[in-house]
């Protein structure tokens, strides 16, 4: 014998599984977020390790005048290739085709300026909306350190010390560690990465309340000998259990891409075993519960599926806002974090992420941070269905 | 049997009923008569249970739905003004649902189905879906739901509407096995040829206050009118004040 509990969650399950358009939806949002964090982190790897394999390309217009300059650049690697005398808008074609990653032109009394000691003049064509500005200032740094050498070699020539001219010595320290840029980066992928337990069950919560009302069904099935929580309970675990699969599958799907990547070159780190994950997931399952009974209390107090979805809009927003205040405060990470819902759940992965220690603590604390409410809120729900001004407007 | 004494209810402002007391014995089918907004939904909800009265006294064969609304639900048919049909299930599976719910389960569960499917000539739509159920159709899943669970008490709004002659007909006779059967049916209607050929008894409520109860013979008799359609003007009319 089933219990009534068990009949109203097999039938809203049954239900909502047949809802085939709705469940396509949700599967396309839950596997798209990875699918498309992985393809965006992939170009970051691709971009950030291109440089060392390919050198730099550089279109040099007249080389044949500063045979020197041609030199130092090839000595720094950057390959050049030889030009003849191009106008402004065939410059522009070179660079949109992004062969190249800029022009530079040397100018034609360019050997003679230079033989007289005046300035001589070269010109540094780039296209700024190309994504290679890092790659352009190398080019330009080789032509100031040559500029200088040139410029010391000449005063040495005069008598002088090159060191007169060089009053300050810039010596750059950068002290980002590559496990701070990943917390960052990691901590606002983690942040939508839970988002799925908001959604998923969505439908599901609203579809068994406001829904059930507008097709005024509800009365029907609260005239049956079941118990109004019993009911509560049902539609409440059929939704959450939705819930809990989406995320399962999106986490187990982000787990599979990140440890794919070679997230390591661009300074970032997945230090999160398939154990670890299992145990983020068994953590993560009152967070599902957490938002289904959320969204059935709330939920069953619209008249319609559409009212009910526009007030729910809103609700699913708030779980955000703990994580967003934490990035944008800049807090460390604190135990409180754990006893925040949501919060807690990103905090968690993001600590393992990095590859800390953690404990069992903070496992337990997700897990009944979320519980506490889902439980408070499933209860508010039955006792909002017995009322009698519920009844009314049934 | 079910019966009632002074239940009176009020919500804020409004008196929805003000005294209704009735009895509607078993073996009987019971019409409900009353204009619109005479208080028979509220009625129906103390009756099983969905909300509290303020006042006097009801008794489901001796249960008191206020205090043991499970025992009563157990035993009650509940047909609303709505069906309450779930479009993405079958019949069959819908019937499953409340089937369940009302503690019935496996093969006997589904051998009841198809005696009910028989009883209402239904047995096209058992396998198919809900959606693009016609209103016939759908009366007959709702009804269907009401007999399942061989309640002793049924609660019926208006069960005929929408239904074509040979379901009515199919309607008829399943009222009258269920009468034969000793079930203690109260049907509310606004048809009263259905009145005069199927109930045994006729309670007559206008703005919450029980008017009347007999059978159509005796009211017709009381108010001195043949018909019974003139006689239940004149009896709503006379003690409210409103002018048919």
């Given at each position: 014998m089933k219990a009534k509990w068990q009949i109203v969650f097999f039938k809203e399950f049954r239900e909502t599984l047949r809802d085939k358009r709705s469940l396509g939806l949700l599967l396309l949002f839950t596997l798209m977020y990875p699918v498309m964090l992985g393809v965006i982190l992939n170009q970051q790897i691709k971009r950030a390790t291109k440089p060392e394999r390919e050198g730099i390309e550089l279109a040099v217009i007249g080389a044949a005048q500063a045979p020197n300059l041609m030199a130092q650049l090839k000595q720094r690697n950057i390959s050049v290739d030889q030009q003849g005398p191009m106008d402004e808008a065939a410059i522009t074609q070179l660079l949109r085709s992004r062969k190249v990653v800029a022009v530079l032109r040397i100018t034609d009394k360019f050997a003679e300026n230079y033989q007289a000691m005046r300035p001589a003049r070269v010109e540094l064509w780039f296209d700024s909306a190309a994504d290679n500005g890092a790659r352009q200032r190398d080019v330009e740094e080789v032509l100031h350190a040559y500029s200088s050498s040139v410029a010391s070699a000449r005063l040495l020539a005069h008598g002088v010390s090159p060191a007169t001219v060089a009053p300050l010595q810039l010596q750059r320290y950068d002290t980002g560690t590559t496990a701070a840029r990943s917390a960052g980066l990691i901590g606002s992928i983690l942040g939508f990465l839970f988002f799925p337990a908001f959604i998923c069950g969505l439908s599901a919560a609203v579809d068994s309340t406001a829904g059930e009302r507008e097709r005024r069904s509800l009365e029907v099935l609260m005239a049956q000998p079941a118990r109004t929580w019993e009911l509560v309970i049902g539609k409440w675990l059929a939704a959450g259990a939705l819930a809990v699969i989406g995320i399962t599958l999106e986490l187990f799907l982000a787990h599979a891409i990140l440890s794919w990547l070679p997230l390591e070159e661009i300074g970032m780190s997945w230090r999160v075993t398939t154990f670890d994950l299992v145990m983020v997931c068994v953590a993560s399952v009152p967070l599902s519960l957490f938002a289904s009974s959320v969204q059935i209390a709330v939920a069953m107090n619209a008249k319609s599926f559409k009212e009910a979805q526009s007030m729910l809009s809103f609700v699913v927003m708030l779980p955000m806002i703990p994580g967003i205040a934490v990035s944008m405060l800049e807090l460390k990470t604190a135990l409180w974090m754990y006893a925040v819902p949501m919060l807690s759940n990103q905090t968690l992965l993001r600590e393992i992420a990095r590859g800390e220690a953690i404990g069992a603590l903070p496992f337990v604390l997700t897990f009944f941070s979320a519980m506490l409410p889902a439980i408070a809120a499933a209860a508010f729900a039955t006792w909002r269905m017995k009322s009698e001004r519920y009844v009314l407007a049934v | 049997m079910i019966e009632t004494k002074e239940v009176r209810k009020q919500f804020g402002a409004v008196q929805a009923l003000g005294g209704v007391s009735f009895q509607a014995r078993d073996g009987q089918i019971t019409a409900l008569l009353g204009p619109n907004g005479a208080g028979k939904t509220t009625l129906l909800r103390l009756l099983v249970g969905l909300l509290k009265r303020d006042h006097g006294s009801i008794s489901v064969d001796g249960v008191d739905p206020a205090v043991d609304p499970m025992a009563v639900r157990r035993n009650m048919g509940l047909l609303t003004d709505q069906f309450g049909l779930y479009e993405r299930l079958s019949t069959r599976e819908y019937l499953t649902y409340f089937g369940e719910l009302n503690g019935m389960a496996g093969p006997s569960l589904q051998s009841r189905i198809d005696e009910v499917a028989d009883l209402l000539a239904m047995h096209d739509i058992v396998e198919r879906r809900a959606k693009g159920f016609s209103q016939g159709q759908r009366i007959k899943v709702a009804l269907a739901r009401t007999l399942l669970h061989r309640p002793r008490h049924l609660l019926l709004d208006?069960?005929?509407?929408?239904?074509d002659v040979m379901s009515t007909r199919a309607l008829r006779s399943a009222l009258h096995a269920l009468r034969n059967d000793g079930c203690c049916v109260i049907m509310a209607t606004h048809v009263m040829q259905e009145v005069t050929h199927l109930c045994d008894d006729v309670i007559v409520i206008a703005r919450g206050h029980t008017v009347a109860q007999g059978s159509p013979q005796q009211l017709c008799e009381r108010t001195g009118i043949a018909s019974l359609e003139d006689a239940f003007v004149s009896l709503v009319g006379t003690e409210e004040g409103i002018v048919a």
């Open positions: - | 208006e069960p005929s509407r929408g239904l």
